[in-house]
C-alpha cells in the first residue's frame, strides 16, 4: 500500500515538471514582444473570432503573431490563430 503511494506521488510529480514550461510567458518588460497594439489590418481581418487582437503581438524569434489569454488562474500568450486553426505568421525570408 506504500509503495503504491509513493508510486502515485511520484508520477504526479513527473507530469507537474513536464507540463510546467508548456505556457510561453511574456519575456521581460523591454522586450520586443511585449509591445502591443502594432497588428497591421490584414492581421486583424485574418484573425479568427474570440482572440484579443487588442493584445497581440509580433514576437521576433518565431516570426509569429501572439496574443494575450486571460484565463481564471492566469495569463498566458497565445499564437493568434486563422479561422481555420493555422498560426499567422510574417513571411520568412530564404
Known amino acids: ?17 513536464l507540463t510546467a ?3 510561453v510567458q511574456p519575456t521581460g518588460p523591454g522586450d520586443a514582444a511585449d509591445q502591443r497594439g ?21 514576437v521576433p524569434e518565431d516570426g509569429c503573431y501572439w496574443y494575450e489569454h486571460s484565463g ?13 486553426g493555422n498560426p499567422i505568421c510574417v513571411a520568412r525570408e530564404v
Open 1 to 17: 500500500m506504500r509503495v503504491l503511494m509513493l508510486k502515485q506521488k511520484i508520477m504526479v510529480a513527473v507530469a507537474l515538471s
Open 21 to 23: 514550461g508548456c505556457a
Open 38 to 58: 502594432n497588428v497591421p489590418e490584414a492581421v486583424i481581418a485574418l484573425a479568427a473570432p474570440d482572440q484579443d487582437v487588442a493584445t497581440a503581438r509580433l
Open 72 to 84: 481564471p488562474v492566469e495569463t498566458t500568450l497565445l499564437p493568434l490563430r486563422t479561422a481555420n
